[in-house]
């Protein structure tokens, strides 16, 4: 009985062992692509910061209140929302924040009798809402831990002529933002129609002082470049939410691995200790039975002690 328990602790412990390995094994990996993914944000915050101050400064100009994307949309009906989850699960409760976000603003936008569709980037979240059957106009699946441009520029093609034609009234982004390895956050905001006085600050952003304005002067005219200008910037911010994203990603699923791994570990000692007491008892019993069979032993040799002896050893006696 014992023997078999212990068999099966020790089939346990090894199996408990070979998911420790792969844990951290990915552990390592998602801390090596930590950095990767660093990098790769910090050479694009400088450009999106930059290229956000020249939109808003276009922003400002009388020929921007013409351009599609600046228009006053007065009654909202129709609203797309752009979310970026993961391709790969793993990664703790990352996916589960974007999509919880996503279900609370489409539930918002019902209750309020808009019609929504989903734009989305990343195997999870797209199979979880077509599994829900929630409407999808265009989804991105494997690009989530190496984003590159062509993908963000992809998704702009997709969503912006619907807007300038006015099948949509409104475009939001959802995606997590990377502050640092053990702190990201869930950002949702509007992407279009873009809002003159919020289209540089975006996140992050000082607004400056109407004292601090610089005045430009635009060669060629505001609205030509706002048409070549927007496109860029549109797809600079996706991009970066995706970069964004991939680097949270990583960070989450570092954690996640890191804790399974902890968490193994604690499940072999106390696998072991379990073990080690199945065979301590198990020693203990067949101690104890052997004490029992000599006991028993010395019993019946006590009882044939009051019989007649003979000894076995005793030299044979030859008679006269």
């Known amino acids: 009985m014992a023997g ?5 602790l020790r089939r346990r412990i090894r199996s408990v062992e070979s998911t420790k390995k792969i844990t951290r094994a990915m552990e390592l990996i998602a801390a090596s692509r930590i950095a990767r993914a660093q990098a790769a944000i910090n050479a694009a915050r400088p450009y999106v910061a930059k290229i956000r101050e020249v939109v808003g400064h276009l922003a400002e100009s009388p020929e921007a209140v013409n351009h599609p994307l600046f228009r006053d949309v007065s009654s909202t009906e129709r609203v797309a929302i752009v979310f970026v989850t993961a391709d790969r699960g793993l990664a703790g409760g990352y996916n589960a924040n974007i999509i919880r976000t996503v279900e609370r603003m489409v539930r918002d936008h ?4 808009r019609e929504v569709q989903l734009v989305g980037l990343g195997r999870k979240g797209v199979n979880y809402f077509r599994f829900r059957r929630h409407p999808i106009l265009y989804s991105v699946i494997g690009v ?3 984003p590159t441009y062509e993908d963000a520029r992809k998704v702009v093609s997709e969503v912006i002529p619907p807007f300038e034609a ?7 982004l959802v995606y997590t933002r990377f502050i640092s390895v053990g702190s990201q956050e869930v950002i949702a905001r509007q992407l279009v129609p873009l809002v003159p006085e919020a289209a540089p600050g975006g996140e992050g952003a000082a607004s400056a002082s109407a004292g601090d304005k610089t005045v430009y002067e635009f060669e060629p005219e505001p609205e030509e470049i706002l048409d070549r200008l927007i496109p860029s910037w549109l797809e600079a911010e996706v991009l970066t939410a995706m970069l964004e994203a991939a680097a949270s990603e990583q960070a989450a699923r570092q954690r996640a691995m890191k804790a399974a791994t902890d968490n193994a570990d604690e499940l072999i000692k106390t696998l072991r200790r379990i ?17 029992s069979g000599a006991e028993a032993l010395r019993q019946n040799r006590g009882d044939d002690d009051q019989g007649p002896q003979h000894d076995t050893f005793a030299p ?3 008679s006269a």
Do not use: H, K, P, Y
């Not at 006015?166 to 939001?172: S, T």
């Not at 080690?276 to 004490?291: F, G, K, L, S, Y």
């Open 4 to 8: 078999g328990q212990e068999r099966v």
């Open 110 to 113: 019902r209750a309020a009798g």
């Open 144 to 146: 989530s831990e190496r």
């Open 166 to 172: 006015g099948e949509l009234d409104q475009i939001q």
């Open 275 to 291: 073990m080690n007491r199945a065979r301590q008892d198990a020693i203990t019993t067949e101690i104890m039975e052997i004490v």
């Open 316 to 318: 044979i006696q030859e």
